[in-house]
Every structure is written in structure tokens, then in C-alpha cells.
């Protein structure tokens, strides 16, 4: 049986931005203003791409005095690399399940 791939997550991470975020946070942890530093990113912009991030499950919070470090959870993108394999064994068996035209 073919697992869904989580649409909602693939909304999350479809942003460039955010994509770039996880992208720097699967290299190491780090905070907000390495992540402006990193993308380029005003820090309003930024701090509403990570509040989405962490409302989704897809990055965990580390407080440390006065600044927040960002760790990407990579369980989660795991998932969804998991839910992508699926979808591609489906898709090798496709041309054996050829639906005949009426």
C-alpha cells in the first residue's frame, strides 16, 4: 500500500526560503542571526519562515541567554523522504497496472 505524501509539509517546505533554512539547519545548529547572516533575510521575514517551520514540526527550538538556536528535526524529513520512496516504487510498477481505455 502507497503512503500519502504529507501535503502539508511539502506546502511548508515549498518556500524558498524555508527551504534554504532547512537546507543551512541540516548542517548544523544554528541561531537567527546566523540565519539572517546566511540568507540574506530581514529578521521579521525570517522570524515568521522559522515561527512557520517550528509550528509544523519541522525544526526544534534551543534557548540560550538571549539568543534561540534553530535544529532541524530530521525524523520528520525522514517522513517525508519515506513517503517520496513510496511514491517512486509506485511509480515503477505503474506501467504494469495500465488501466484499458473504454
Keep these: 500500500m502507497m503512503t500519502s505524501v504529507d501535503t502539508d509539509l511539502m506546502r511548508v517546505l515549498a518556500d524558498p526560503l524555508r527551504l534554504?533554512?532547512?537546507t543551512l539547519l541540516a548542517k548544523e545548529t544554528l541561531c537567527?542571526?546566523?540565519l539572517i547572516e546566511e540568507t540574506g533575510a530581514k529578521q521579521t521575514n525570517l522570524s515568521n519562515h522559522l515561527r512557520v517551520l517550528r509550528e509544523?514540526?519541522?525544526v526544534d527550538t534551543e534557548p540560550c541567554g538571549r539568543y534561540t538556536?534553530?535544529?532541524?528535526r530530521p525524523?520528520?524529513?525522514a517522513q517525508l523522504a519515506v513517503q517520496f520512496a513510496d511514491l517512486a516504487e509506485s511509480a515503477r510498477n505503474a506501467?504494469?497496472?495500465?488501466?484499458a481505455c473504454p
Excluded: C, P, W
Design 20 to 22: 534554504r533554512i532547512v
Design 32 to 34: 537567527s542571526t546566523h
Design 56 to 58: 509544523a514540526g519541522v
Design 69 to 72: 538556536y534553530y535544529k532541524l
Design 75 to 77: 525524523d520528520v524529513i
Design 95 to 99: 506501467a504494469e497496472n495500465k488501466r
